[in-house]
């Protein structure tokens, strides 16, 4: 079936099939259904009336939400969650009564949200060491290899290839420690009711401020990540989005310092890029070197297509 829809390049040219499957419809459904889930588990262990045979349920049916089906649900319900809801409890339906107890759509949709986002950020660490290993081998091999080095792109003094090299991984380095403290605070909303009050729990356990506490701690760690936002109103605070924006900003920052020193380096004949056999530069000028992978290749473990010095040239200089 052709689907005709416009879709962004972000997705279907720049983005790895990992980053499209975190973001994808069926896996975010997957984490709201396990969202939901940790919250019955814990409900159940504080001493709410939930029948085992619905959280067995419910942990049957994490991975096979029926997308068609909630679609026409939300087209009748007009929510998205609600719509989710009750899918869920068509294919749960010991867990229909149970599903979302005492919770507010943010609860689900924040928490999934956090979850997808830490996934996120350890998929784009591996690939930033992968990065490094790469450019850390390109340095050794050459540490020794002089060229001229450029200020105000004017020549300047000579340095090493290898010396270009770990400038580049320098700012790569100081991303990794930025994403690496970001995993480590990344907070949760947790558990905290419609409007960030926690009413609707303390109705549900009768008062009981311990228990309520102990609802979100249990739910965070069910989750694995033990650290929440002690105060939220609907959502949780939007600084959380704003300082992964940082992070990636930073890596997107290092980028391109590297990919603007390579296509510099590539018109000077100095570093340049693999031309494959079948390879057309330009439509029109056949002849051209374009340095395609430093303009928009993205980050990758792999370093079969590292730029390559151009040793005669290079002995010239």
Not at 168 to 189: F, G, S
Request: charged content about 25%; aromatic content about 6%.
């Amino acid at each position: 079936m052709t689907d005709d829809r416009y879709r962004s390049p972000l997705g279907t040219r720049y983005s790895s099939p990992e980053m499209q499957r975190l973001w994808g419809e069926r896996y975010r459904i997957g984490l709201w259904r396990r969202v939901w889930l940790a919250l019955a588990e814990s409900e159940r262990e504080l001493g709410l009336d939930i029948p085992e045979a619905a959280l067995a349920e419910m942990r049957a049916h994490l991975d096979d939400a029926d997308l068609e089906a909630a679609a026409a649900y939300e087209k009748k319900f007009r929510h998205d969650v609600m719509a989710h809801v009750h899918q869920f409890g068509d294919q749960a339906p010991a867990a229909r009564a149970f599903l979302h107890l005492g919770a507010t759509s943010a609860f689900v949709t924040d928490n999934a949200d956090v979850l997808v986002l830490r996934e996120g950020l350890r998929l784009l660490l591996g690939r930033l060491i992968g990065v490094l290993d790469s450019l850390a081998q390109f340095a050794r091999t050459h540490a020794a290899l002089p060229c001229l080095a450029y200020t105000h792109f004017q020549p300047a003094q000579l340095t090493t290839v290898g010396k270009r090299a770990a400038l580049w991984m320098q700012d790569y380095a100081l991303d990794v420690e930025e994403l690496t403290h970001r995993l480590e605070t990344i907070r949760l909303r947790g558990c905290k009711g419609t409007t960030g009050t926690q009413a609707s729990f303390l109705e549900l356990f009768k008062g009981d401020h311990a228990k309520v506490r102990e609802l979100e701690r249990r739910i965070a760690a069910k989750l694995g990540i033990p650290r929440v936002f002690p105060v939220t109103g609907q959502t949780y605070s939007r600084k959380g989005d704003s300082v992964i924006v940082d992070a990636l900003s930073g890596i997107a920052q290092s980028s391109a310092k590297m990919a603007s020193d390579l296509r510099l380096l590539q018109h000077e004949g100095e570093l340049l890029e693999p031309f494959e056999k079948d390879q057309i530069g330009s439509s029109a000028m056949a002849y051209k070197r374009n340095p395609m992978r430093a303009e928009r290749r993205r980050l990758s473990p792999s370093n079969s297509n590292m730029a390559k010095p151009n040793c005669s040239l290079l002995a010239c200089t």
